[in-house]
């Protein structure tokens, strides 16, 4: 959520600049609804003191012997208009709070003007492209293949379209990867691992950007009872752990690492990477989440970003880094790297890891502040996937495959492989 001192003083300023990320913010309609907040808020607080001095009367007038009638009479009136100017300020300040909420973060003056990702500003490149003396297969052709592999048939049976069933070897690798990853961000990068639940509430995906706006992309649990969804990333959980909180300024940065499940609808994406693992409803991420000091996102932002880098690094997977351009930068972030590992089958990058500093966007949703300088004031919140684990594997056995079908293993993951050299 924006800073409600932008709404107020800055309105027209703020409209242009929201409109690089296609968002036409309604000026008449917030104007309206704020003059409307402004005056029911002044004509309450003219009732309740009107009432309070009312209330003063009566006991004076009794005093004195007086007929107190009348002013209980009043009393009543009055009683019934607060109520009444009270249900219309309750009401405007919901519609306020609704529109507030589908208003997109402000992007960072970083961000290049562009119109979808062909508009991305390439960064840096990592790594040489693999050459093959051979036709290059897809990881779900080298996958399927496999003795033990990947299953998309028994995955249909049991779920429907967009699962997978991992076997044997493969699903050691999944395993191993997961590992690895976490492994490399406790140990070298010094993240605190946490483990989440897989079930959030409403609040929760509201604190960081998924609800309103994208209610279409989860799975809600079909229970009348309760506000349940299953969470699209760990960055929900995670960052919302530290909702309606007070952080200690010397204990930042806040730095965590989570691997769980991740569930999506995939709405509007029908007829995308219908083939593979690229685009699954369910899949594995490793996520990093850090809180930091409002003037320290930005470095945090790049240290955040390097320790996703380390892990293609030490896959040995050819990668490039990317800033996401004004119209695909997603909802909640300020600025967004994306790092694009290399597929050949593609014979191009695709997304693996997205890397956002939010600023006090999601903060301000979930009212999570520090003190500094004797204020609370809100902090900056960053995440970012590393790495999404399913990509990460496709990358594995579309950049490490071998003439005869088999793929080798990255050195890295051997030893949790018990040194198996192929799959």
């Known amino acids: 959520m924006l800073d409600p001192k932008l709404i107020r003083t800055d309105l027209n300023i703020l409209a242009e600049r929201l409109k690089v990320k296609n968002f036409d913010l ?30 003063k009367s009566i006991g004076k007038a009794k005093a004195l012997g007086e007929d107190v009638g009348e002013i209980l009479n009043d009393m009543e009136s009055l009683k019934s208009l607060l109520e009444t100017k009270k249900n219309q300020l309750s ?6 709070k609704s529109y507030l909420l589908s208003i997109p973060n402000i992007p960072d003056d970083a961000v290049p003007a ?6 991305n500003k390439i960064i840096s490149s990592w790594g040489d492209l693999p050459e093959f003396s051979f036709e290059v297969k897809d990881h779900a052709d080298l996958g399927e293949a496999l003795d033990q592999g990947l299953d998309f048939s028994k995955a249909a049976k049991l779920s429907g379209s967009r699962f997978v069933v991992l076997q044997g070897r493969l699903a050691k690798l999944h395993r191993a990867l997961a590992q690895f990853m976490l492994d490399i961000h ?20 509201t604190g960081t950007g998924q609800l309103p706006k994208f209610k279409e992309d989860q ?36 730095s965590y690492v989570c691997h769980t499940p991740c569930f ?17 409803h369910q899949f594995e ?13 930005d470095e945090q932002l790049e240290i955040l970003t390097s320790h996703a880098e380390n892990i293609l690094k030490q896959l040995n997977l050819p990668f490039r880094k990317v800033i996401l351009c004004s119209k695909d930068i997603g909802f909640s972030s300020s600025l967004t790297y994306d790092l694009e590992v290399w597929l050949p089958s593609q014979d191009k990058y695709r997304e693996i890891s997205s890397c956002s500093n939010f600023k006090d966007f999601q903060s301000r949703r979930m009212k999570i502040r520090i003190k500094k300088d004797k204020k609370n004031i809100f902090c900056h919140t960053l995440n970012g996937s590393g790495l999404a684990i399913g990509r990460t594997m496709a990358a594995i056995l579309e950049n490490y495959q071998n003439e005869d079908g ?16 192929t799959l």
């Not at 406790?186 to 995906?205: D, F, G, M, R």
């Not at 991420?285 to 996102?297: G, I, N, Q, R, T």
């Open 264 to 280: 999506r609808s995939e709405a509007g994406s029908y007829g995308l990477d219908t083939k593979g693992i690229i685009r699954q």
């Open 219 to 254: 799975f809600k649990i079909d229970d009348s009872e309760q506000d349940l969804y299953l969470i699209p990333t760990a960055e929900v959980p995670v960052t919302n752990y530290h909702r309606n909180e007070i952080l200690e300024l010397e204990d930042l940065p806040l």
């Open 91 to 96: 009401d405007v300040q919901e519609k306020l």
């Open 186 to 205: 406790t140990k070298e990068h010094l993240y605190k691992e946490i483990y989440v639940p897989l079930i959030v509430n409403s609040e929760s995906l």
């Open 114 to 119: 562009g119109n979808d990702e062909s508009d």
């Open 285 to 297: 991420k490793v996520e990093l989440v850090s809180f930091v000091e409002p003037d320290k996102s």
């Open 26 to 55: 309604d000026v008449a309609l917030l104007e309206g609804l704020e003059d409307a907040r402004k005056g029911l808020q002044l004509e309450t607080e003219k009732l309740q003191n009107e009432r309070n001095t009312k209330s």
């Open 406 to 421: 088999t793929v080798s293993i990255p050195e890295v993951l051997k030893p949790y492989m018990n040194n198996l050299e």
